[in-house]
């Protein structure tokens, strides 16, 4: 009646198990070898943090873990113990990375190369515990990198890759990396748990280079500054997201040397190379995405599919030279900048204004954790594909699966 | 927990496997809705699942407010904790059933009524999909890791027991489920800004007020019964029950069980024991 086919052999070289994504985004944690995390609990975060303190227990894991009374404190406790030169690390969602977003401004500008996983939730109101970017997106302008994941193992791999990026010299930048409520942090399914050892080989342990406080070569940190000195603060800090994008690319290849999988750098492509038309999708809903795009180019439709992984920075160039022989583009979203579209179509447009004048559409779907269903990616396709050769007059923001709204 | 450790269980037998829940009401006892794929080479869809190969209905109350084989795919299956037959199952069409009695399972091997581990035993038996060592292996990861070998060992016996007590058969059709259930507005509709007042729609109240029509009282195993005579009218147990499913009377209070869930925390309280917790089960339906 059913038909069972054995599961395909993936590259793995720790231990693989079936565990859920935030036991994934703890076990990178706790291999990244942290020094300090400071966290506070928060559905569907809390797991992470409760797995963390486990290791702790059971004496895997070496780590200052600080019991805070708010995420406000958690995001000031680990800016205070980067300052003072160590790797530091903590998880949130939603409100709680809400309630951080005043210290998230702190540590871009001050070299400070935390990094922090957010399980992506709904900000209220109305209040939801389910999947939705509009608690990372808004963030945009803090100075963080972010990372969108699709999976448990790349919740996992992104801890190590992130500091791996965030630390270098020239970047030194925090990253926040966003996995989906419940579709990521609640799903279990299997993970190469990597080894400490192969983590240690591939992450060393953090030397910082420059701003750090150490009683022997005294410094001041963090200080108020007059109008003379903050806009060269801005600029260089602005540099430094852009340098980032270089380092996000080769720090994915080098993972894949190492571990055999890798994520494409800062986008991902699914059979895009002969496509008439595309979606960019992010977080879970690529997975749908991949099954939708074999089931279209089935039926002789030419669709592909690009993975957004990374949003700040932006993959405008990659962008670009990925989308150059399309004919229309369709971007999804699970977030909406009220009045505008979806904030990563924004980016796409703002991304390809010089280099194309083809329909660029922003799909909304999935809002406050409803489904998104292969229909609804579907239709997506479908309606990029009647934009194919229409111009920049195509473009529009649809609602998809909106009671009472035409899509 | 039973669709995760089901799916360790596909992956123990060599499939690709993922599960994940949807929460509903963050209380225990709710009803909650869990999703496992497995047996594909490689899976990628990440979606709830809306044809099911197989229903497994964790608690029989349930089917009579859900239509639990609306999605059913042709030739699947109904996995139902019941004291029922499966010949006895009467639910919106005819389908391939199973039924065992978990819940008298659990209570005898775990000592409680958390019936997932034995339906998962249940499971492996009607299918035939997933082998007893593969459940007892999932039963093992989720349980064991996260508990202790001792509660892991109970959940194992309790799902073996299961095994050997499922029944096969078929269930029959004729119970009938009102369209749609759920007031499902569009964006016009919608009270602005979700502030809700008092509202009668076509499936009921919503708003201020709604909750009495939301009758919980299926969510219950065990249920407390009063002996009037013992009772003092001190309202320890109208204070504590955390539902206010007991009323004020003149001379005793008074338990509506259309709400209350069974958590036996008025019998824990009531100082001269007038309030004791009794198995509650479905009446077979004679036929
Ligand atoms: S706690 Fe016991 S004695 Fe007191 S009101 Fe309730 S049933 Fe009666
Ligand atoms: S068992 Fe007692 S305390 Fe619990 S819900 Fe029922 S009436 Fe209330």
């Known amino acids: ?407 | 927990m039973a669709a995760q450790a089901l799916a360790v269980a596909a992956s123990h037998d060599g499939y690709s496997a993922i599960a994940f829940p949807f929460f509903g009401a963050e209380r225990r006892g709710a009803p909650v809705l869990a999703f496992t794929r497995f047996g594909e080479e490689r899976l990628r869809v990440r979606t709830q699942v809306y044809e099911p190969h197989f229903v497994v209905v964790l608690d029989e109350s349930l089917v009579e407010t859900v239509d639990v084989l609306a999605g059913l795919r042709p030739g699947g299956m109904v996995i139902v904790n019941t004291t029922r037959a499966p010949d006895r199952l009467v639910l919106s069409k005819k389908a391939k059933s199973a039924t065992v009695d978990a819940t008298t399972i659990a209570l005898k091997h775990t000592k409680q009524a958390a019936v997932n581990t034995a339906m998962l035993g249940a499971f492996a038996k009607a299918t035939g999909l997933i082998t007893l060592e593969g459940v007892e292996a999932g039963i093992m990861e989720v349980f064991g890791r996260r508990l202790s070998k001792e509660i892991a060992d109970r959940n194992v016996a309790a799902a073996r027991a299961a095994y050997e007590a499922t029944r096969l058969g078929e269930g029959d059709s004729g119970r009938v489920y009102a369209k749609a259930t759920k007031w499902l507005p569009t964006a016009q509709e919608l009270p602005p800004g979700l502030a809700t007042p008092p509202m009668e729609t076509p499936f009921g109240r919503v708003g201020v007020g709604s909750s009495p029509s939301n009758l919980t009282g299926g969510w219950r195993v065990n249920k407390p019964v009063l002996d009037g005579a013992e009772c003092t009218n001190c309202l320890l147990c109208w204070f504590y029950c955390p539902d206010g499913s007991i009323t004020r009377g003149e001379k005793i209070v008074e338990i509506h069980y259309e709400y209350c869930k069974g958590c036996g925390i008025c019998a824990a309280v009531c100082a001269p024991k007038a309030i004791h917790m009794e198995r509650e089960i479905e009446e077979e339906v004679k036929a």
Do not use: C
């Open chain 1, 1 to 407: 009646m059913i038909e069972m086919k054995p599961a395909v052999k993936l590259p793995t070289t720790g231990e693989r198990r079936m565990v859920t994504g935030d036991y994934a985004a703890a076990w990178g944690a706790m291999v990244s070898r942290p020094q300090v995390v400071a966290a506070y609990p928060i559905t569907p975060q809390t797991m992470i943090i409760e797995h963390l303190a486990e290791f702790l227990a059971a004496g895997k894991f070496d780590a200052e873990m600080m019991r805070v009374e708010s995420e406000h404190s958690a995001m000031s406790a680990v800016i205070a113990a980067e300052a003072t030169g160590v790797r530091a690390y903590t998880a949130t969602s939603s409100q709680g990375l809400a309630l951080m977003h005043e210290p998230l401004f702190v540590s871009p500008p001050m070299h400070l190369p935390i990094v922090m996983s957010v399980v992506n939730r709904t900000v209220a109101s109305p209040l939801g515990i389910w999947v939705e970017h509009n608690d990372t997106m808004p963030q945009r302008d803090t100075g963080w990198m972010q990372i969108y994941v699709e999976d448990g193992q790349e919740a996992l791999d992104m801890v190590l890759q992130g500091y791996k990026v965030a630390e270098q010299p020239l970047v030194e930048l925090p990253m926040m990396i966003g996995m989906d409520a419940f579709l990521v942090s609640h799903t279990i399914e299997s993970v190469d748990l990597i080894s400490q050892e192969d983590a240690d080989a591939f992450l060393p342990p953090y030397k910082p280079v420059h701003a750090y406080l150490d009683p022997q070569r005294p410094m001041v940190v963090g200080a108020a500054a007059p109008p003379e000195y903050i806009q060269e603060v801005r600029w260089e800090t602005d540099l430094r997201m852009r340098r980032a994008a270089e380092f996000l690319e080769e720090t994915d290849r080098e993972f894949g040397r190492k571990f055999g999988r890798t994520y494409g750098g800062m986008i991902e492509t699914y059979r895009l190379e002969d496509a008439d038309v595309a979606l960019m999708t992010l977080g879970t809903v690529t997975s749908t995405a991949r099954e939708v795009v074999d089931r279209l180019r089935a039926q002789g439709e030419r669709v592909g599919l690009i993975k957004l992984r990374s949003f700040r920075p932006f993959p405008a160039e990659r962008l670009q030279d990925a989308t150059a022989h399309l004919k229309a583009f369709g971007v999804y979203d699970r977030a909406v900048s009220y009045g505008v579209g979806g904030p990563s179509y924004i980016e796409a447009r703002n991304a390809l204004y010089d280099t194309t004048t083809m329909p660029i559409l922003s799909f909304l779907a999935g809002l406050g954790g409803r489904d998104v269903t292969p229909q609804d990616v579907e239709l997506m396709f479908k309606k990029t594909l009647a934009a194919a050769g229409r111009g920049r007059r195509a473009s529009g923001v649809h609602w998809i699966g909106t009671r009472g709204v035409s899509p």
